[in-house]
């Protein structure tokens, strides 16, 4: 079992940043990838951006030179940075771990990002 703390969210203007924090219950090692997902209302959950263990990250096409996904693995943690938000950046954002036995998916309670003036 893998509990996801998540915080950062809130309310900023377009143009401005925030930065979403994940913290997980388990030690990195065994975290195959982390990632954060959103969900805007009358939407599907979608991929903002993951990071594996190794590194390796991916981001959606809409968000990739805005955000930027990093993972501290001495605190188990992984980072959003989200800059020049735009209003159609709106959602619910869900951190997401997978482990590397079994590779079990592991959701955060979700934090609301708002973006509007």
């Known amino acids: 079992q893998v509990q996801l703390v998540e915080s950062g969210g809130g309310l900023v203007q377009p143009g401005g940043s925030l930065r979403l924090s994940c913290a997980a219950s388990a030690h990195s090692s065994s975290i195959y990838a982390m990632g954060w997902y959103r969900q805007a209302p009358g939407n599907q959950r979608e991929l903002v951006a993951r990071?594996?263990?190794?590194?390796?990250?991916n981001y959606a096409d809409s968000v990739k030179g805005r955000f930027t996904i990093s993972r501290d693995n001495a605190k188990n943690t992984v980072y959003l940075q989200m800059n020049s938000l735009k209003p159609e950046d709106t959602a619910v954002y869900y951190c997401n771990a997978v482990t590397l036995v079994f590779r079990l998916d592991y959701w955060g309670q979700g934090t609301q990002v708002t973006v509007s003036s």
């Open positions: 990071i594996t263990g190794g590194g390796s990250t």
